[in-house]
């Protein structure tokens, strides 16, 4: 009588395989396999996977200024930035301009007090030869003069030495989107001389309509004709047609649309 226990002998009289056991055998090391070639694949997709989007353009900035030590300092709060690269240094506004001719640079940042060339001279120049050129001055001097010279060169941002740490970086960002940056002080002294010519009766550029022409203006940008206007105002039509052809050149405006929009700035209708 067999023992149930033991394997069934072969043809050949050794005992057969058991399938159960067989089967996991195979099983195991499928499994084994697959896991490897998945271990593989992921090695394989680790070091050749698909590259990432590349970084955006760095702001790409020529610093100026007469000490190498301040110069050094500056370019150290700059490059730590991720968005920012100091592509080229100057001592001297001269120098400067020799810099911007030989490197692409986005955004000049000059000292004001600088030997053969000021920054406020440089400024000017650079305006000039790359008007696509953002322009910040960096400066010790907390002064007014120094503060309106530099917006009429053509600069868009006013930083002081002593802060800039905190506002030199910010400054940048906000000139390469063409956003002014003025440290507090300078913002109180822009509206001081804005009252002061207010007050003396200083024209200023929001004052070269007369009052009529202001009424007149009105009311094109409201939609009136020539006649309704004529009309409302007592006037003739041809006094109305003057006004209108004056509104033009004064303001360097082509047409009615023009007019309207101005209007709208100027607050004289609602948008």
């Not at 305006?127 to 009429?152: C, S, V």
């Amino acid at each position: 009588m067999s023992d149930p226990s033991l394997p069934e002998p072969s043809a050949s009289g050794r005992p057969a395989a058991r399938t159960p056991a067989s089967s996991a055998a195979s099983a195991t090391s499928a499994a084994s396999a697959t896991s490897a070639t998945s271990a593989t694949a992921a090695t394989s997709a680790s070091a050749y996977g698909p590259s990432q989007a590349p970084a955006p353009a760095k702001i790409r900035i020529l610093l100026a200024d007469d000490h190498a030590l301040v110069r050094r300092g500056v370019r150290l709060i700059l490059d730590r930035e991720p968005d920012l690269e100091v592509v080229a240094e100057a001592g001297d506004g001269a120098e400067a301009i020799d810099m911007a001719r030989t490197h692409e640079a986005d955004l000049a940042v000059l000292d004001i007090a600088m030997p053969r060339l000021t920054g406020l001279q440089a400024a000017r120049e650079l305006a000039a030869l790359k008007p696509g050129l953002r322009i910040l001055m960096l400066t010790m001097h907390d002064n007014e003069q120094y503060l309106f010279q530099a917006l009429k060169s053509g600069a868009c941002g006013y930083v002081l030495k002593s802060v800039a740490d905190r506002d030199l970086v910010a400054a940048c960002r906000a000139a390469m989107r063409d956003e002014p940056f003025l440290y507090p002080g300078a913002v109180t002294a822009l509206i001081r001389n804005y009252l002061d010519r207010v007050r003396h009766g200083e024209e200023t550029s929001d004052h070269i309509l007369t009052p009529r022409e202001e009424e007149v203006l009105k009311l094109v940008a409201e939609g009136h004709s020539s006649k309704e206007i004529a009309e409302i105002l007592f006037i003739s039509i041809k006094t109305v047609q003057r006004h209108r052809a004056n509104l033009l050149q004064k303001l360097g405006l082509r047409d009615r649309l023009e007019l309207t929009r101005y209007a709208i700035r100027a607050g004289l209708i609602e948008p």
